[in-house]
């Protein structure tokens, strides 16, 4: 196993992204260490939280013209959007 280099401090985003245009990541990171995680459920409720702000005048037009509510209008956008998907060609 290579000797892995130490991550150096930097003053800004701008100094980091030289930094990491110029260097490969493997040489400061051994990627076989890395585990595989799921997200927490905060960060999916803030997510769902974000998507519906932003969709959420469109959401709320659609359950008033088909006399529904909010929460049931998502799942039924929901639905349709993941039986689309598994019909796309290569969906598994």
Do not use: C
């Amino acid at each position: 196993m290579k000797q892995l280099k130490k991550i150096p401090k930097f003053a800004n985003e701008d100094e980091e992204r030289e930094f990491w245009s110029t260097h490969s990541f493997t040489d400061y990171i051994d990627p076989k260490s890395w585990k595989r995680g799921t997200p927490s459920a905060e960060v999916s409720e803030a997510a769902v939280r974000r998507v519906l702000a932003d969709m959420s005048p469109e959401v709320e037009r659609l359950s008033r013209e088909k006399k529904t509510s909010i929460e049931e209008m998502v799942r039924q956008l929901v639905a349709a959007g993941l039986k689309q998907q598994r019909l796309q060609p290569g969906a598994r």
